[in-house]
Structure formats: structure tokens, C-alpha cells
């Protein structure tokens, strides 16, 4: 397993390479370390399942760039809007909303997105050209690992590249669910959203 800096010059060169490549990378963003890969990889997303000992498929949150690009993979805002979202992003909120036919073939009816608030995984993003799955590295109910040195020991052998950097958070995202007819809070974490008039609140 490689490791290489978010600030390192080759940092977008080097992570494209791999993940085209069906690869599975860690990646820090504004909450936490993640596991990500291309959300069209088929063979990477069997990967990341196999590390989190999932037996079925299962949802995982896509990262975008944009506000824009993300709204062309969801059929529609449901009871958040464009602009709602704009206010937010890019942030450590993820918001659930109707699945697009666009959408990676892994998503059903629904699909998480979040726009991270760090420019050089923006930038990633948007050389790919596709979003891309995000994920926590650490195993569900268990403390997020946030010390690198501890991320590599547990994902050796098990990634391609391992990009360090610092963490904007120690929160994972607040989750919300904007496909019925009320935003519903999934999870509480680092962005502070009220739904008490169906406004976020930072």
C-alpha cells in the first residue's frame, strides 16, 4: 500500500491513476478519513462491501464537486431545494434524495450526496468526472479512527493508496433525508440542521 500527501504536487496524477484502475484509496475530507473509489466501479465497490463485511449490497454516500453536478444524479430535491443545498455546500452534511436512472447501479430509490469542503478533493472529483464513494473506514458502532498511523495498520492490505492529510472534523456528517415531504435528520453529526420551520441552521 502506498501513501502519499493530499498536498503532494502528483496527489490528483496518482489518485486518478489508481482509482481507474478499480482501486480503493483512503481519503481525508472536512469530517473524516473514508474509504472511496469510482461509485461506477463495480469491482471497487464489491471491495469496499468485502471490508466492511457486508454480505448484501448496501448504500454508501457519493461525493461530489458541485451542487450542479450532483443534481443531475438525483431525480429531484424532494422537500429540499437547489438553493437550500447551495447555502450548505460544499459541508459536512449529506442529504438522501430520489434515486436518478444516472445513479451507480448499487443505489435503489434513494441516493446519499455531499459536496466535501476541501478544494483539492473537489478538484479530484472533477477530473474524474464522476462522483465518488465515501465511506467510513472504521467498522459500524466502532470510534472513527481518526490517527493515520492507526488507519494504515488497519487497512493493510486491504487498499491501493492511503492519501494522509488533515481532517477538518472529528464528527462524521450530519445525514438528513429530503425524500418525504419534511427533511428528517438520519444522523447528528458535525453540521448542525434544525427542522423545526424545514430550514438548516449552522
Known sequence: MRRIHINDSHFITE???????DGVIVLPTDTLYGLSALASSEVAYRR??????????????????????????????????E???????????????????????????????????????????????EPIISTSVND????PLPDVDAIAERVKGKVDLLVEGDCGNRLPSTIVDFTGTRPHVVRQGAYAFTTSRGNPSN
Open 140 to 143: 459500524v458502532g466502532e470510534a
Open 15 to 21: 489518485t486518478v491513476r489508481v482509482l481507474e484502475l
Open 83 to 129: 438553493k437550500e443545498l447551495g447555502s450548505i455546500w460544499p459541508g459536512p452534511l449529506t442529504g438522501i434524495f430520489p434515486v436518478d436512472e444516472s445513479s451507480p447501479a448499487w443505489c435503489e430509490e434513494s441516493i446519499a450526496v455531499r459536496v466535501p469542503d476541501v478544494h483539492i478533493v473537489r478538484d479530484l472529483i472533477a477530473t474524474l468526472g
Open 48 to 81: 469496499i462491501l468485502d471490508y466492511k463485511g457486508y454480505r448484501a449490497p448496501r448504500p454508501f454516500i457519493c461525493l461530489f464537486d458541485t451542487v450542479e453536478t450532483a443534481g443531475r444524479m438525483v431525480a429531484s430535491w424532494g422537500c429540499g431545494s
